[in-house]
């Protein structure tokens, strides 16, 4: 007597990856019997009991001990077992971060009274992807906490945990790891196209700012969510473009789309010459309770080791990071000096980029639906351009091709990085699609082809001229070199006249 | 029927043995413009029914249930063939019989090396061998005493993944990964350095588990360690490592145990059928499989009808054969478990080379113990019947080429292949051309095979086709439901030529099929 109705209630259930452990740990702070507890420093879920907790850590320390028999300089970095994986990385000397991630699995129903049947899919978690996932967890804690060693110095077991504790409860709840792909492991950036006179433009109005506020140390510039100028070392840029692109950006810009007169838009009454506000600080100037208190940052970590002030301001879709030493004190009169001096310029700039980029688009025609789709990957700039990604939010990244494609690429990107040497890999996946892999000279390219009769030759064909039109991509970056050096003469004429 | 022409690929996969049909089928073959992408009709398919118990290649080999499976596969036989093996205290001295034989060649086994050196670290594949226990039944690099504690940690790895009602699979590191099998009563490990993937050292695992079952059969391996369950195996084993090492090996550069395949020598068909048939008259009432080897090329395969042999088992015997030379010195009779067939019973198998100083060895197969002197009538009726016959000159002169060189396809960048079909279970690849010549290299190209091999046959994500371009080679893999083909090019090969020395060389194996495989096997 099963009904249809019935029926669909015994349909399978698909579970996507989810995480089940997050944990930090130094094998030195509690190496006698008993006090294994206090080699903990973080734990995710916090309401696991003790002795597992233990446990878990003590299968880590095992793990990473016993590979160090086969090779002691390079120990474990993934355990595969039927129901998880987990990710070891050891960013600084004997700090261990590990990240245990259940494998996606299908609930099948079973009979009446017995327990539905779980079948785990071992071979859909790629380690390239959720080991990038891991490191830039620990690169996004030192953005804003700086090393663990540091912490250490400063305050000791005590600060450490305190600060890990304050980081992670929040930051793990943003990770969304059935969503992450071959993005995550380029952790790329996206450059905005643009020609070089309003590139000059950009380039002179941060000289200008950066020569009246002579306490901005570095500057960044964006444009819808993509970067055109930064003055910061490329490791520390790709995080904090990582953090802006998918935390800040996105926080702010609902209150943006809601009309003039929503209340969810802030005040700007009074400020008629300007679109321009702060992110990052007091969120109106005119607010007598304001506070001008603005997040910190830790950069250079490996030499100088800085702690800045991070002041994002942003007119209509430019967005521009000033970055000041944290010694500094920042109060009302900084900020009015420098939205006085930044907002006008700032809403003229982004209308002129805004013009231009329509222009660009209109002499390159209307965008029809290619037969391709590609992600292109530049290790030595860390550009990066995907036609597969739509835009990122902060919660998902939606794709446009199927979630096997993104793993074929993955397949093929772990290809690549265990020989050093040029490649070209060409596979036809059993749904037909052709999917192409080419690496050269420090850049990756990944194409999907959707010719499904397409012969080998054909799609080399193909492939051919979309890198001929991806070249006009890479004459672009290198005519943003030659850029550089021209906006560098320009700078120093300026301040030759100032 | 006749008049449709579509449907002409139907009755060669139900022909049963009527010779009527063949000459006409054989005709259709030829005339295929393209070499059929079907099962069934690929170039080296055989005409009747084949050899081999019918497997889907790598996945059923590491499949879970893989045991049930086998058994299934020949549960019917099992009952009538196959010495049951619990015959408990009889068990065991059959046993001690192989041991004593084995022990007569120790081999050169260079064991003693400081595991903690630089060099024992360097080796490319670590193989262990342990008990549920912990205790060290074989390790490929360094002796167990000397690794019985790494081996006691590894087991304790596996346990406690288990208390979390967890399975331990692997774990991976910059350079290398560590692969667990737990096949109860035994854990195996594999570190290995080299590309290949995890299932496919688990595959080899699978292979260096199921040698030991053929040793001991898996009902009595179960039965020492359900009575004492820190048994040190070793004492059991003892002689026999030179046959795990040599295993290991051929799994490092034999193509047939990456394809699950067996590869041929090279022989005109008449002779092979002259040769098959005087197999085929020298039978005897329990015989069961007769297969003649030249080095690790098949000559030539009878069997009983309705028992197949699985590749496995038969690569298991090719070593069995090609690690031991005290068969060369007269006849040998070892009992030995075929896992695929049977893990419960011990088959007896008669092996001996046909002459002094000629790599012709005939293994047969009985299920009948004392069955000694009846097989060795068998292979004297069988010699005498032979050397009757010109075939046997023919056989002598084809055993000097055993291989060919891939020059003779025409194809200049071509520099090596594999090509196996599907249905007949049987490979054909040339000699290694001069770049792979070395062992190095030539495991090396192995590897490149595998790891093409791994990609084609993802569990989940397999795929039809691949083509990688590297700089040392250009490397291409195409799977079809009736072949499995994997080239290697030069690097100055251009994507065009690859394509069209395809069907090129399709086309030479389609002219050559007689030779290169074995298409009408006999059964007694």
Redesign the interface.
């Known amino acids: 007597m099963i009904s249809p109705r019935m029926a669909t209630g015994m349909q399978e259930k698909q579970y996507t990856p989810s995480l089940l452990n997050f944990f930090i740990y130094n094998p030195k702070f509690g190496p006698r019997e008993g006090e294994e507890e206090k080699k903990i420093l973080f734990y995710h879920p916090s309401d696991v009991e003790k002795n597992e907790k233990i446990r878990n850590v003590g ?1 880590c320390e ?2 990473v001990q ?2 160090r ?3 002691p300089s ?11 994986r987990q990710f070891f990385f050891e960013p600084e000397e004997n700090f261990w971060i590990v990240m245990v991630v259940r494998n996606p699995m299908v609930e099948k129903p079973n009979k009446e009274g017995k327990p539905p049947t779980i079948e785990y ?4 978690i790629l ?1 390239t992807v959720y080991g990038a996932v891991l490191q830039q967890c620990y690169s996004m804690y030192k953005l804003f906490n700086g090393t663990f060693a540091r912490a250490m110095e400063a305050g000791g077991v005590e600060l450490l945990t305190q600060k890990l504790e304050k980081f992670f409860y929040r930051y793990l709840q943003t990770l969304h790891l059935q969503s992450c792909d071959l993005l995550d492991v380029f952790g790329g950036i996206s450059f905005f196209p643009l020609d070089k006179m309003t590139y000059l433009k950009i380039q002179s109005f941060v000289n200008r700012v950066e020569e009246s506020l002579s306490l901005i140390k570095y500057t960044a510039f964006l444009y819808n969510d993509q970067l055109i100028w930064s003055g910061l070392e490329q490791d520390d840029m790709r995080i904090l473009y990582k953090y802006l692109t998918t935390s800040l950006f996105p926080r702010h810009s609902e209150p943006e789309l809601a009309g003039r007169d929503s209340p969810l838009r802030p005040e700007v009454a009074g400020n008629l010459l300007h679109y321009g506000r702060f992110l990052t600080g007091p969120s109106n100037l005119k607010d007598p309770e304001a506070k001008f208190r603005f997040p910190k940052i830790f950069v250079n970590t490996d030499d100088s080791y800085e702690e800045l002030h991070l002041i994002v301001y942003k007119a209509m879709s430019a967005a521009v990071c000033f970055m000041i030493s944290a010694s500094e004190e920042l109060g009302r009169e900084f900020c009015e000096q420098l939205d006085g001096l930044v907002g006008p310029q700032l809403t003229l700039l982004a209308s002129d980029i805004c013009e231009q980029y329509n222009i660009n688009r209109r002499v390159s025609g209307p965008d029809k639906e290619p037969q391709f789709k590609f992600i292109y990957f530049n290790h030595m700039n860390l550009a990066e351009k995907s036609t597969i990604h739509m835009r990122k939010t902060a919660s998902v990244s939606l794709t446009s091709v199927h979630p ?1 494609l993104m ?2 690429l993955g ?1 093929i990107h772990a ?1 690549f990085v ?2 050093d ?10 749904t ?1 699609y052709w999917v192409v892999g080419k690496k050269s000279d420090q850049r990756e390219l990944y194409v999907i082809l959707n010719q499904k009769n397409a ?3 054909e799609v ?1 064909e193909e492939v051919k001229r979309l890198c001929a039109t991806q070249c006009i991509v890479t004459r672009h970056l290198n005519g943003y070199t030659q850029t550089l050096y021209l906006a560098l003469i320009v700078s120093l004429l300026w301040n030759a006249i100032i | 029927m006749a008049a449709d022409v579509h449907n002409k690929a139907v009755p060669w996969e139900t022909a049963n043995g009527s010779l009527a049909p063949v000459e006409r089928l054989r005709q259709d073959r030829c005339d295929s413009p393209t070499p059929g992408l079907v099962e069934g009709t690929e170039p080296g398919a055989g005409q009747d029914s084949h050899m081999f118990v019918h497997a889907q290649s790598f996945e059923d080999l590491t499949a879970d249930g893989d045991d049930t499976r086998a058994e299934a596969a020949g549960s019917e036989n099992t009952s009538r063939l196959g010495e049951p093996a619990d015959e408990g205290a009889q068990g065991l001295p059959s046993e001690e019989e192989q041991v004593e034989e084995k022990e007569s060649h120790p081999g050169s086994r260079a064991k003693e090396e400081d595991v903690t050196s630089e060099a024992w670290r360097r080796h490319r594949k670590h193989v262990f061998v342990l008990s549920e226990a912990g205790k060290p039944i074989y390790s490929r690099y360094g002796t167990e005493e000397a690794l019985s504690s790494t081996m006691g940690v590894m087991m304790a790895l596996v346990s406690f993944v288990e208390a979390e009602k967890n399975i331990i699979r692997s774990i991976h590191a910059d350079g290398y990964k560590v692969v667990f099998l737990r096949k109860s009563p035994l854990v195996l490990v594999g570190v290995a350095q080299t590309l290949q993937s995890e299932r496919d050292l688990s595959r080899e695992l699978h292979y260096i588990y199921y040698q030991i079952i053929s040793l001991l059969t898996l009902t009595q391996l179960n039965h020492i360690f359900q009575h004492k369950q820190n048994y040190d195996l070793r004492r059991l084993l003892a002689g026999s490592e030179h046959l795990t090492d040599n295993l290991l090996k051929l799994l490092d550069r034999d193509p047939g145990l990456l394809l699950s395949a067996v590869t041929c020598l090279p022989l005109s068909s008449s002779v092979r059928d002259v040769i098959s048939s005087s197999l085929q008259a020298a039978k005897a009432k329990n015989l069961v499989f007769s297969i003649l080897l030249a080095g690790s090329h098949l000559v030539t395969l009878v069997r009983k009808k309705d028992q197949y042999l699985h590749h496995m088992d038969l690569h298991l015997l090719f070593n069995l054969v090609g690690s031991s030379s005290s068969f060369r010195e007269g006849e040998g009779w070892t009992p030995i478990c075929l896992p695929k067939f049977n893990t419960a019973g011990f088959f007896h198998a008669h092996i001996s080379y046909l002459e002094p100083g000629t790599d012709l060895c005939l293994i047969l197969v009985s299920t009948d113990r004392e069955d000694f002197f009846n097989l060795s009538d068998c292979k004297h009726r069988f010699l005498e019947r032979l050397r009757r016959r010109t075939a046997y000159q023919a056989l002598q002169e084809a055993l000097k080429n055993p291989s060919y060189s891939v020059s003779q396809v025409g194809i200049p960048e071509l520099r090596h292949f594999l090509y196996k079909s599907k249905s007949s279970g049987l490979y054909t690849s040339p000699e290694f051309p001069v770049p792979y010549q070395s062992e190095e290299e030539q495991e090396r190209i192995m590897e490149l095979y595998q790891y093409l091999h791994s990609r084609i046959h993802h569990p989940t994500r397999p795929l039809r086709f691949i083509y990688c371009c590297g700089e040392s080679e250009n490397l291409l893999a195409w799977v079809t439901s009736g072949f499995e083909l994997y080239l290697c090019f030069s690097p100055l090969g251009t994507k065009a030529l690859a394509v069209s020395a395809i069907n090129k060389l399709l086309k030479w194996i389609r002219k050559e099929e007689d030779r290169l495989f074995i298409l009408s096997p006999q059964t007694y």
Do not use: G
């Not at chain 1, 390079?74 to 998880?84: F, G, R």
């Not at chain 1, 899919?121 to 859909?124: C, G, I």
């Not at chain 1, 040497?421 to 059993?430: F, G, Q, R």
């Open positions: 299968l095992a793990i016993f590979t028999t086969f090779c390079k120990p474990a970095k993934s355990l595969h077992t039927q129901k998880n899919q071992e071979e859909e380690d096997d793993k074929i397949d290809d265990r020989v040497e040029d490649e070209e890999i060409i596979v036809k996946a059993m037909d012969n080998l030759i080399n």
